[in-house]
T-cell receptor, first 112, second 117 residues
Framework: DAGVIQSPRHEVTEMGQEVTLRCKPISGHDYLFWYRQTMMRGLELLIYFNNNVPIDDSGMPEDRFSAKMPNASFSTLKIQPSEPRDSAVYFC??????????FGNGTRLTVT | AQTVTQSQPEMSVQEAETVTLSCTYDTSESDYYLFWYKQPPSRQMILVIRQEAYKQQNATENRFSVNFQKAAKSFSLKISDSQLGDAAMYFC??????????????FGKGTHLIIQP
């Protein structure tokens, strides 16, 4: 069974550009989470969905960040406009109701 | 809000020896889950072990075991017979269970484990 699939694996962009990160959760999983990992702040929960509906977006740092889940097999995290302080590793993760969280391999974002 | 504290930024152990990583947490809930995740240099997050708070028996997975002390809010990870492949960042994580299981994980800052050959 394929795990959580994220793309791209690496993204380098210039300040002010739009960045879109993509995630395909494990088939059948009804929860999807977006995390950000930095040296300073560790792993932070940005937003999560249940059955494609956003449940808690209180971790989204500001209005430049948005996330969507148009169907059960796809989610995006968009940053517009991007800033150097957005540089981090972004993880997508999914799970069933009470099962452990399964992570994708992450997207390393560098904003210059 | 729940917090997870890993007081050891870095630990070092000789290959084949045993090492224990510490984790404490703060919560007002009575039911919850605790996890240890491993993150090698490849940055993949790998579930090592899981503990349900209502279970008194400590979880074990091969060479990995936990010491869960609910009253002390402590959840340490013991790695026996350390191997070079165990070298990684280890994260302790908490998840509440408010009848819905819908919460995300709260992570500690991590412990960098070094295995000396």
């Amino acid at each position: 069974d394929a795990g959580v699939i994220q793309s791209p694996r690496h993204e380098v962009t210039e300040m002010g550009q739009e960045v879109t990160l993509r995630c395909k959760p494990i088939s059948g999983h009804d929860y999807l989470f977006w995390y950000r990992q930095t040296m300073m702040r560790g792993l932070e929960l940005l937003i999560y969905f249940n059955n494609n509906v956003p449940i808690d977006d209180s971790g989204m740092p500001e209005d430049r960040f948005s996330a969507k889940m148009p169907n059960a097999s796809f989610s995006t995290l968009k940053i517009q406009p991007s800033e150097p302080r957005d540089s981090a590793v972004y993880f997508c993760a999914s799970r069933l109701f009470n099962s452990p969280l399964h992570f994708g391999n992450g997207t390393r974002l560098t904003v210059t | 809000a729940q917090t997870v504290t890993q007081s050891q930024p870095e630990m070092s152990v000789q290959e084949a020896e045993t090492v224990t990583l510490s984790c404490t947490y703060d919560t007002s809930e009575s039911d919850y889950y605790l996890f240890w995740y491993k993150q090698p240099p490849s940055r993949q997050m790998i579930l090592v072990i899981r503990q349900e708070a209502y279970k008194q028996q400590n979880a074990t997975e091969n060479r990995f075991s936990v010491n869960f002390q609910k009253a002390a809010k402590s959840f340490s990870l013991k790695i026996s017979d350390s191997q070079l492949g165990d070298a990684a960042m280890y994260f302790c994580a908490y998840r509440g269970y408010s009848g819905g299981g819908a919460d995300g994980l709260t992570f500690g800052k991590g412990t960098h484990l070094i295995i000396q050959p």
